[in-house]
């Protein structure tokens, strides 16, 4: 019986999610009703509020929901990395690029965002941190990884080497969800050419 109720409650939790997802972006995030989406999932908006305490709380599930699905395929990187920087650290960042709008749109991202910003030290806004660590944290593992393999001068601090070229990839991203107009190929066009000269940089190459 527990495996049963178990199995009912993660099929709440993903009709709940996928409505949420289909909802915010045909509404958008801020005019979407919980009423509306408890009726698109087939509960009650008690059952809604009892698995979520606000619309909030739902919206950073979702982004959790991405993040979780880019750090496994992530992982997989990590482990075995194309040759050379370059190559490397644009397989990792266009991974997450090219997910990013799977579950979210730029305006649901924007709203995220806000969230967080609002309110840093809430629940959702330590959630979204802690997600943003975790992205952090894989980008220091490759970077540790290119070290390991020679391709990566030695003598360099690959923790803040991470840490730098996670900053530049989430700063370009915003810029990205800002702008409507703007596209993922061009996002990921202008990010290479950030990342292409950092790797001659700290391959020590001329």
Same mark, same amino acid.
């Given at each position: 019986?527990?495996? *049963?109720?178990?199995?009912?409650?993660?099929?709440?939790?993903?009709?709940?999610?996928?409505?949420?997802?289909?909802?915010?972006?045909?509404?958008?995030?801020?005019?979407?009703?919980?009423?509306?989406?408890?009726?698109?999932?087939?509960?009650?908006?008690?059952?809604?509020?009892?698995?979520?305490?606000?619309? +909030?709380?739902?919206?950073?599930?979702?982004?959790?929901?991405?993040? =979780?699905?880019?750090?496994?395929?992530?992982?997989?990187?990590?482990?075995?990395?194309?040759?050379?920087?370059?190559?490397?650290?644009?397989?990792?960042?266009?991974?997450?690029?090219?997910?990013?709008?799977?579950?979210?749109?730029?305006?649901?991202?924007?709203?995220?965002?806000?969230?967080?910003? =609002?309110?840093?030290?809430?629940?959702? +806004?330590?959630?979204?941190?802690?997600?943003?660590?975790?992205?952090?944290?894989?980008?220091?593992? *490759?970077?540790?990884?290119?070290?390991?393999?020679?391709?990566?001068?030695?003598?360099?601090?690959?923790?803040?080497?991470?840490?730098?070229?996670?900053?530049?990839?989430?700063?370009?991203?915003?810029?990205?969800?800002?702008?409507?107009?703007?596209?993922?190929?061009?996002?990921?066009?202008?990010?290479?050419?950030?990342?292409?000269?950092?790797?001659?940089?700290?391959?020590?190459?001329?």
């Amino acid at each position: 019986m527990a495996g *049963l109720r178990a199995k009912h409650k993660a099929d709440r939790h993903a009709r709940i999610l996928n409505a949420a997802v289909t909802l915010f972006r045909r509404d958008g995030y801020r005019a979407a009703r919980i009423e509306d989406l408890a009726g698109m999932a087939e509960v009650s908006p008690g059952t809604v509020y009892n698995y979520y305490g606000s619309k +909030g709380d739902i919206l950073i599930a979702t982004v959790a929901l991405e993040v =979780e699905e880019v750090l496994s395929a992530g992982a997989a990187i990590v482990a075995d990395p194309p040759k050379g920087v370059q190559q490397a650290v644009s397989t990792l960042i266009n991974g997450y690029y090219d997910h990013s709008l799977d579950y979210l749109s730029k305006e649901m991202w924007r709203s995220a965002m806000a969230l967080s910003i =609002e309110a840093p030290h809430t629940q959702n +806004g330590a959630r979204y941190s802690e997600l943003d660590g975790a992205l952090a944290a894989q980008v220091v593992a *490759l970077i540790t990884r290119l070290q390991q393999r020679g391709e990566v001068a030695a003598g360099l601090d690959v923790q803040s080497l991470g840490e730098v070229i996670f900053n530049n990839l989430n700063a370009m991203f915003i810029e990205f969800i800002k702008d409507d107009a703007m596209t993922l190929d061009t996002l990921k066009a202008r990010v290479a050419c950030q990342t292409g000269a950092l790797a001659k940089l700290i391959e020590g190459r001329p």
